[in-house]
């Protein structure tokens, strides 16, 4: 990870953790956090839905809103683009992925799994590498991603086993996507 990024991410993480908010890093920077030989564009942040206005006040102390463009393919509760320096933050509060036109909420709450790592001197959540790869599967143009994590945990095992099985029941996910998704671990 590069200095702009840990510094924006010990910024971000002592805020949040001060509100006492609810949230996790996810996407590429929880790839590269993992060891996975990724370049994030961006930090993506999620937040339990009942969060998301206490967040975006957080962010609006430290950061600045930043123009996005609507996209069909995610419909969440609340979507943001802010800036925190030089780095675009996207907050996330009831994530939704639309995918072959059927909706996947992602239940983020206090049992999804959450691994905390210290970055700088701020204790940060990331969220679990098993979510992510049911999450990448489900976005467009980013199975490769998917298939990323599952390479990985044909070698070392899931990091919460079971837990892969348990989103695709919370997500409500059709039989034929579990199985793909499923596929790619064997």
């Known amino acids: 990870m590069n200095n702009v990024m840990i510094n924006t991410i010990e910024k ?6 001060e509100s006492k908010i609810r949230w996790a890093i996810g996407g590429s920077v929880l790839l590269q956090a993992a060891g996975f030989a990724v370049e994030p564009n961006d930090l993506d942040i999620i937040f339990e839905t009942r969060d998301a206005e206490e967040a975006l006040e957080v962010f609006e102390a430290i950061g600045a809103k930043h123009a996005s463009d609507p996209s069909y393919h995610y419909q969440s509760y609340s979507f943001t683009e802010m800036m925190v320096g030089s780095v675009e933050v996207d907050l996330m509060a009831g994530l939704k992925i639309i995918k072959d036109r059927t909706p996947y909420q992602y239940p983020f709450d206090e049992t999804t799994p959450i691994d905390l790592r ?19 599967f489900l976005m467009p143009g980013k199975v490769w991603k998917a298939k990323l994590i599952a390479d990985q945990f044909k070698k070392t095992g899931a990091t919460h086993p079971g837990r892969i099985d348990q989103l695709i029941h919370l997500m409500g996910i059709d039989l034929e996507k579990a199985e793909a998704i499923r596929e790619l671990l064997k």
């Open 118 to 136: 210290v970055i700088g001197d701020v204790t940060v959540p990331f969220m679990s590498l098993d979510d992510w790869l049911v999450l990448y």
């Open 12 to 17: 971000v993480g002592k805020a949040l953790n």
